[in-house]
């Protein structure tokens, strides 16, 4: 089966868990802005966690199906319709074939994802379907254009096989385009699109070399999301920080969620294209468990930090990732029972 | 080697730092002690990524912690870290630069339309073309670390009469294979970028193709020697390369 890209929205792209292991000849992670919302939304329609699926920032795209298909949206509040239905986010949907998914705008967050039973199928690039929009790399080694023909897998065989039958017959009975799964997935531990939210992180190592006021200002005042921040980083726009005196940098690895700090004094937090290297100070490193918060985020919110020491941040993450895999087998036997 | 420094990078990488400076005998420790970690295979251990003078270990936390214990995951994998990089003798440094894939000739076009910054490299290092292309072109380079684009190499060795600040209006463009010099480093652009480098020349090789593999044509570790050559020649090489 294959996904006609009818119109792309504004920037949609194939991403999945990202390219590991390949730092050293200059090759970043790329992947999904929201690994979390990836994973999700990868889960619900019983796909592996990392995936290839669909991400979609701020306005969406729209696509026409060629034949039935099992989809799920997670993360940001995107408007989603089939025909004049409205569709659910964090469920299961039973698309019919020639059915068109219309993808909108998002109320809140900045990131949606579109995961497709089966997955994209396209082939894996330097052991990666992502896309690294900065680099030109991946299958699809730029942002979707209207007329792009999306290869898809199989739908994975036994996963959902009874919801399957179950949303066929629910279409047939209504006449309809598409079906949902009468439950749903939860969002409130994994998406939050509240500003409010302080954002945590590490003091970073050069911490220390900022002025007083400025490392005040690093976890006390207020950011915004500078309109330019794309893929590779978020820049933090308000009082320029400064250093309270020059430092010699040499380039050294940078990861996603560094905070570095150009000579500009607007600092820049590195998302999921964070150059492997970098040169300018590393004021801070945002929490792994933090950083989806943080690319939920729009252009023009507003961002503030709160420091918190590495042993409670690895504490979080683990009870991140046991939390995240209990769900994995809830939705796992979910996808097994008739609704 | 005793005086590994450690830094936080977050909570899934660290910064194992074995220098201060851009020179060759900490990133000579950085190659060896990137090799000693790669024979290690510890577990949870994603990715290595050399830099001048330091290596970033990115890695899974879940594979470093212990519930039986209040370290965590960080500290750790550093006191392992710490203690191969212990093991790691100063002395073998050479030995894991020497060995890496030998030397990489590459050809290289200077000047012209392949290097419209060769004029003002020669005038601010007060001496003429010719002279910028033998210096340039008779070094010993070491490929210190591959970063800011996939497959750009950092090369460490350039003469010190050829070190040049880097333009004052970065170029959007700049074409693929462009050899250039930024302050005390040389590097070839993989593809084309944008870039403040000055422009010397062009070599016709392919330093990255994601359909190749290895992907890169250099590694960190590894020798270059620059061959200079004509833009008959520079043609040639091209055609050539592209059919492959």
């Not at chain 1, 954002?199 to 490392?215: K, M, N, P, V, Y």
């Not at chain 1, 999301?225 to 690895?253: F, H, K, T, W, Y």
């Not at chain 2, 392949?114 to 005038?123: E, I, M, Q, T, Y």
Request: hydrophobic share 40%; with cysteine; glycine share 10%.
């Amino acid at each position: 089966m294959s996904v006609r890209v009818l119109s792309p929205g504004l920037l949609t792209s194939v991403q999945d868990g990202g390219r590991h292991g390949c730092g050293a000849i200059g090759i970043g992670r790329a992947g999904a802005m929201d690994e979390v919302s990836l994973r999700l939304a990868n889960m619900l329609v019983g796909n592996a966690q990392g995936a290839a699926a669909l991400e979609i920032t701020l306005r969406g795209p729209r696509l026409r199906f060629d034949t039935d298909a099992l989809v799920a949206l997670a993360g940001a509040e995107i408007d989603a319709r089939c025909g004049d239905e409205s569709m659910p986010r964090w469920r299961p949907i039973r698309l019919r074939a020639g059915s068109e998914l219309n993808l909108g705008g998002m109320r809140r967050g900045a990131r949606a994802y579109l995961a497709i039973a089966g997955s994209i199928d396209l082939p894996a690039v330097i052991g990666s379907r992502s896309t690294d929009i900065n680099a030109a790399l991946g299958p699809m080694p730029r942002p979707l254009a209207a007329g792009d023909e999306l290869p898809c897998g199989a739908r994975p065989h036994s996963s959902c096989d009874e919801l399957w039958k179950k949303l066929e017959a629910a279409c047939e009975t209504g006449n309809r385009n598409a079906a949902a799964a009468a439950w749903s997935l939860d969002p409130s531990p994994w998406f939050d699109a509240s500003t409010a939210r302080p954002i945590r992180a590490i003091a970073g190592t050069h911490f220390e070399h900022l002025d007083a006021e400025s490392q005040r200002a690093l976890f006390g005042a207020e950011f915004r999301v500078g309109i330019d921040s794309n893929r590779v980083g978020c820049r933090l726009e308000g009082a320029p920080l400064q250093l309270a005196a020059p430092i010699e940098m040499v380039s050294a690895g940078t990861v996603s969620g560094t905070v570095q700090l150009p000579p500009g004094g607007v600092p820049i937090a590195l998302t999921a294209e964070a150059p492997t290297t970098g040169g300018y100070p590393r004021i801070a490193q945002v929490i792994a468990i933090d950083l989806p918060h943080l690319t939920q985020r729009r252009p023009g919110d507003v961002v503030r930090f709160a420091q918190i020491d590495l042993a409670d941040a690895q504490m979080r993450y683990l009870e991140r990732e046991r939390a995240l895999a209990r769900l994995s087998e809830t939705l796992r036997w979910r996808l097994h029972q008739p609704w | 080697m005793n005086d590994i420094g450690i830094e936080w990078l977050g909570d899934r990488a660290l910064l194992l730092r074995v220098g201060d400076g851009i020179d060759a005998e900490s990133n000579a420790r950085v190659h060896a002690l990137a090799k000693s970690l790669r024979a290690a295979e510890l577990p949870g251990v994603l990715d290595l990524v050399p830099a001048y003078a330091s290596i970033t270990v990115h890695y899974d936390p879940r594979a470093w912690g212990d519930a039986g214990s209040d370290m965590p995951p960080s500290e750790r994998l550093a006191a392992r870290l710490s203690a191969l990089a212990r093991h790691v003798s100063n002395s073998a440094t050479s030995d894991a630069t020497d060995s890496a894939r030998g030397i990489v000739e590459t050809p290289v076009c200077y000047g012209g339309e392949h290097g419209p910054d060769l004029a003002d490299v020669a005038r601010l290092a007060r001496v003429s073309e010719e002279e910028v292309i033998a210096r340039h072109g008779s070094g010993d380079y070491l490929v210190a670390m591959l970063g800011f684009a996939p497959g750009f190499p950092y090369l460490l060795g350039l003469d010190s009469m050829l070190h040049t600040p880097r333009r004052a209006n970065p170029r959007t463009r700049v074409p693929a294979g462009s050899v250039a010099i930024g302050g005390a480093q040389t590097g070839i652009y993989p593809r084309e970028l944008p870039g403040g480098w000055q422009i010397i020349g062009r070599t016709p090789l392919i330093l990255f193709d994601a359909a190749r593999n290895p992907p890169a044509l250099l590694a960190p570790g590894q020798h270059v020697r620059f061959r200079a050559i004509d833009a008959g020649e520079f043609a040639n090489l091209q055609a050539l390369s592209s059919r492959t």
